[in-house]
């Protein structure tokens, strides 16, 4: 017994259409991917001929094997995982605390408070004050500069907080009533019942700290330090051609071949791109996430 | 029960985060310490006066500021041995390979804690030398400095000197030519021409690739390819250009107002038009003309030498009796040829007026200058990194590229005899590079020209605006080839130049060649 409603052909073609455009597209997205993917598998000579498009030519494993093998790339991926670890727990920790409160809209002067969050989000002083600052707390060459200044985003916070006041009021005052003190209704009902909004700020979190450049660059000048991005970024720029004709013989000498640089970028790639399938879903959830109030 | 749990999980969250902030800041404190910069944390207080105690000449950590480098400075070998030799433990922080001038900058105007920096970027040392930023060295070397004396010649010392003051110890670069015409020599045998000695033989030549095609390219057959310039280096010297800049009776002339660049314009434009130079070469990379040189398909290839070991390696598996060599100087219409020099200093190192130990800096210099201790920072040591045969410095492989291969961001000042000597060693990493590199640079006097610029003091305008000019020249020369050449183009190229501030710069440039 059929029981489904018959679509007309006309549907089923159009249908078929948009599938086969979107899968496509994907494809397409993925060409480029791919090609970085078999360079890293390929041998150097065939890289520079122009030998190898989507399926590695003259495979080896040695590229990968090297980079593996790399200290500073062992080094630098470590220190991306701190930052990403430590940055992420503070930062969700720090917002979710101060998000609370200012959910609370009859605590007396909470509206200026928020005030003050929002300023900072429009104005701020910008990259020299910025980075004196950092240096005057004697934060230069230490990680804490990538972590403490963005434990707050005030973004991230208000989302929390809209978040926090689509909560049913009444589930504090019944909690309240049974004679739960404040800390016990925070521990015990709100914490509990947030976790689909922390799992998408803590998201957002990791994907910041782990592909934030820009401020290791500044902060940091202790090799040692290096995060991934950073020595990523150098890696990849080593061989453009701006660099080729402005960097001296010596280091153009010790330039590292081409396959070592794709194989850098997969290995590189690989951790954040087993996590993102697994919290997809809480991205997509995490753009909704306080937007309709109830 | 798993409220409890909860519970103890943040509570665990909160220490743990608490507990890292804490062991951050301890790092810090503890760093500080070592270079004596917080005298107040506990730590550098307790150590301070044992040390002084135990050995009162006891000789400072320093802290450097360096021009990035892929390896890591501080567990380099080279850090070691001149730890080793001269006593003095360097810290060595590192400067980003993009943009490296503008995060010196920053460095430099927020108060730098360093004991020297090198400057990759002169024009940046004179900035803060004129800014009275740093530490005048004159004095200094006179007193612990016979070794910089010896090494460095006065010219050198000369060029980091600001109003009498010598500023900075300046480390030369290795004078060569860096670009030639890469041709493939058995090419040349199977369509019976020889090497190509003047303009029209190169034309000649070319013609007999694209015709007989004797790679068997088919229509992927490219006598010539080149990437997106608009200079390409033995042409030019064909027409008596030299690069951007070009003396002429005497005087500083841009290439924008050259007399030849019509000449020179019209003459790539023709082998454009024939089909002779690479359809595509406006918008190819560099990776873009070595694909096709390495793959086969073209016969000539503009090239630098030091590219050379990849394209040997990729050649010689697509085509394994594939041959090549540079083109020697071809000589031009009017007998013109040769070559642009490349040369200079590589870095300028000076000493902040804030660093601590300016006389530490100095006597570590002059240390590392000593000419059996530089020989081992540059090349190492006989037998170990590399042997000696017939004069010739050769290298020890692996050893010597992973133990003096990144040597040179540690030298600070040449021995100026010998380090040409010592820095070939570097050269025969691979065959094909060394004798590549002889073709081009072991030939005479009269045709080997010096970049005009090389040695220039500090040149404001020049400094903000060369880079523009530069590419205003190359764009309006590419689209001078691609679209045709006349004196309408090569006016409009004159304006561009003007207008991004040539005339200016040109005038800066003649004051101070009339000057020397």
Redesign the interface.
């Known amino acids: 017994m059929e029981h489904s409603i018959k679509r007309p052909w006309s549907e089923k073609i159009y249908i078929g259409a948009v599938y086969v455009i979107l899968i496509g597209s994907g494809i397409l997205c993925l060409f480029p991917f791919l090609n970085v993917l078999a360079k890293s598998l390929s041998a150097?000579?065939?890289i520079?001929?122009?030998?190898v498009g989507l399926l590695p030519v003259a495979f080896t494993m040695e590229n990968v094997m090297f980079v593996l093998r790399d200290?500073?790339f062992q080094n630098a991926f470590l220190i991306s995982v701190f930052v990403t670890v430590?940055g992420s727990?503070?930062a969700v920790?720090f917002t979710a605390v101060s998000a609370y409160p200012l959910s609370k809209k009859h605590l007396p002067g909470i509206k200026f408070i928020l005030l003050l969050y929002i300023f900072t989000m429009l104005f701020n002083g910008g990259l020299?004050p910025t980075?004196?600052l950092i240096?005057n707390l004697?934060?230069m060459?230490?990680?804490?500069s990538l972590?403490?200044p963005a434990l707050i985003n005030v973004f991230n916070l208000l989302l929390m907080k809209n978040y926090y006041e689509s909560l049913p009021e009444s589930l504090e005052e019944s909690a309240k009533l049974d004679g739960a003190s404040n800390l016990r209704i925070v521990?015990?009902i709100v914490?509990?019942i947030s976790a689909p909004v922390f799992a998408t700020i803590s998201l957002f979190y990791a994907v910041y700290f782990w592909s934030n450049w820009f401020h290791p660059?500044?902060y940091l000048?202790?090799?040692?330090l290096k995060p991934l991005q950073?020595y990523l970024?150098?890696?990849i720029?080593?061989?453009s051609?701006e660099?080729?004709l402005n960097q001296?013989?010596?280091?153009?000498?010790?330039l590292?071949?081409?396959g070592i640089r794709n194989a850098t970028i997969i290995v590189s790639t690989i951790p954040i791109l087993l996590v993102y399938p697994m919290l997809q879903k809480y991205f997509i959830k995490g753009i909704l996430i306080g937007s309709v109030k109830g | 029960m798993s409220r409890k749990k909860g519970l103890a999980a943040l509570l665990v969250l909160l220490l743990s985060f608490a507990t890292i902030l804490a062991a951050c800041g301890g790092n810090n404190k503890d760093a500080g310490g070592n270079s004596g910069a917080s005298p107040a944390s506990p730590s550098a207080s307790a150590k301070a006066p044992e040390s002084s105690a135990a050995a009162p000449e006891e000789k400072p950590v320093l802290k450097a500021l360096r021009n990035y480098m892929q390896d890591d400075y501080n567990s380099y070998p080279v850090n070691q041995y001149i730890q080793e030799k001269t006593g003095y433990t360097v810290r060595n922080d590192m400067l980003p390979q993009e943009k490296p001038g503008d995060k010196l900058n920053l460095i430099m105007a927020s108060g730098a804690d360093y004991d020297f920096i090198d400057a990759m970027n002169t024009q940046d040392f004179f900035n803060f030398a004129k800014n009275g930023a740093l530490t005048d060295l004159t004095p200094l070397i006179e007193q612990f400095g016979p070794n910089i004396k010896q090494a460095l010649s006065p010219e050198s010392l000369a060029g980091a000197t600001v109003d009498g003051k010598i500023y900075g110890i300046p480390t030369l670069n290795v004078s060569y030519v860096r670009d030639g015409l890469l041709i493939r020599t058995d090419w040349l045998d199977k369509v019976g021409k020889a090497m190509p000695k003047t303009l029209d033989e190169f034309v000649d030549v070319l013609k007999a690739f694209k015709e007989q095609d004797p790679g068997g390219n088919g229509k992927n057959n490219i006598p010539f390819t080149i990437d997106s310039i608009g200079l390409v280096d033995n042409i030019m010297g064909a027409f008596g250009i030299y690069g951007q800049w070009n003396e002429l009776d005497g005087k500083p002339v841009n290439v924008s107002s050259h007399p030849a660049l019509k000449d020179y314009a019209s003459f790539v434009r023709s082998l454009y038009e024939q089909g002779l130079l690479d359809k595509e070469f406006a918008t190819n990379k560099s990776a873009t003309s070595a694909e096709k040189f390495t793959s086969g398909r073209a016969g000539v290839i503009w090239a630098r030498w030091s590219s050379i070991p990849g394209y040997d390696e990729a050649i010689k598996k697509n085509v394994p009796d594939a041959a090549y060599q540079f083109i020697p100087p071809m000589t031009g219409p009017d007998g013109q040829s040769g070559f642009t020099q490349i040369g200079g200093f590589n870095k300028i190192t000076f000493v902040p007026k804030s660093a601590k130990h300016p006389e530490d800096v100095v006597k570590m210099v002059n240390a590392m200058l000593d000419p059996e201790t530089f020989k081992g920072i540059f090349v190492g040591e006989e037998g170990v990194t590399y042997t000696l045969e017939n004069g010739n410095y050769m290298p020890i492989e692996p050893a010597f590229f992973e133990q003096r291969g990144s040597a040179n961001n540690f030298v600070i000042g040449m021995d100026e005899a010998n380090f040409v000597t010592y820095w070939q060693a570097r050269l025969q990493k691979s065959k094909a590079m060394f004798d590549n590199f002889q073709l081009v640079n072991n030939i005479p006097k009269e045709q080997i020209h010096q970049d005009v610029l090389a040695f220039a003091p500090y040149l404001p305008k020049y400094s903000a605006n060369g880079a523009k000019l530069d590419s205003a020249v190359n764009d309006y020369l590419i689209k001078m080839i691609v679209d045709g050449v006349s004196d309408d183009s090569i006016a409009s190229l004159q304006k561009a130049w003007n207008g991004a501030g040539g005339e200016e710069v040109a005038q800066e440039v003649s004051v101070w060649y009339a000057s020397k």
């Open positions: 150097n000579w065939a520079i001929s122009g030998k200290r500073l430590v727990l503070g920790l020299v980075y004196l240096k004697h934060l060459d230490n990680l804490a972590i403490l521990l015990s914490i509990p660059m500044l000048n202790d090799p040692s950073l970024r150098d890696i720029l080593q061989a051609d660099n080729l001296d013989i010596d280091a153009l000498l010790n590292s071949p081409e």
